[in-house]
């Protein structure tokens, strides 16, 4: 079985070296915390419970599902434009694709129906821009996410691993 450390070293073939896995120790604690947290909220709220009953929990689910499905139409559509940019910066291939493109278009779908249901509602005028806001701000924070070279100056070395242009350089002007 393999070891979930995140300097556990994953072998890989891509780019002639040594990778490091992907998903570490903290993700699987903090994946299960969240859905943990989620459940406890959504009970909270299924029975009554103050501070999280009536219309206050209604609001709280609604922005929470405006940020977390525009920080995954983010995420994929930055990945997207990388994986057609760059198609050998990482190791999706053929269906790998059509499941991103599929996801993308399923995630872009529901966001459409729940802004025309935002602003097509006879909520308050703040609401509209309240949502507007958050949907922008998760949209860039999950660009970000997906890549996090962008977050580096220009020069710094650890952008062009990060972004994958060492792999993607000529072998005469990879670093070791």
């Known amino acids: 079985m393999a070891r979930t450390f995140p300097v556990s070293p994953s072998r ?14 903290l993700h ?4 299960p915390a969240a859905a943990i947290a989620l459940f406890v909220v959504v009970f909270m709220a299924a029975l009554g419970e103050p501070p999280l009953g009536g219309t206050t929990i209604v609001t709280v689910l609604g922005f929470a599902f405006v940020v977390l499905t525009n920080l995954s139409l983010g995420t994929l559509a930055s990945g997207a434009v990388i994986e057609v940019r ?12 059509i ?3 599929i ?5 872009a779908a529901v966001d459409a129906v729940a802004a025309w249901w935002v602003f097509t509602s006879d909520a308050g005028g703040s609401i509209h821009w ?3 806001g958050l949907a922008l701000a ?11 070279g962008l977050r580096l100056p220009a020069g710094d070395p650890r952008r062009e691993v990060l972004t994958g242009a060492v792999a993607a350089a000529p072998p005469e002007r990879r670093r070791p």
């Not at 890989?12 to 120790?25: H, K, Q, S």
């Not at 699987?28 to 994946?31: D, K, Q, R």
């Not at 760059?86 to 694709?97: E, F, I, K, V």
């Open 12 to 25: 890989d073939t891509w780019a002639g070296g040594i990778r490091p896995r992907e998903w570490g120790l």
């Open 138 to 148: 998760a949209i860039a924070a999950g660009v970000l996410w997906a890549w996090p």
């Open 103 to 107: 996801a993308l278009v399923s995630v």
């Open 130 to 132: 309240i949502f507007l």
């Open 86 to 97: 760059h198609p050998d910066w990482s190791r999706l291939r053929g269906a790998d694709h």
């Open 28 to 31: 699987l604690i903090l994946l």
């Open 99 to 101: 499941f991103l493109y």
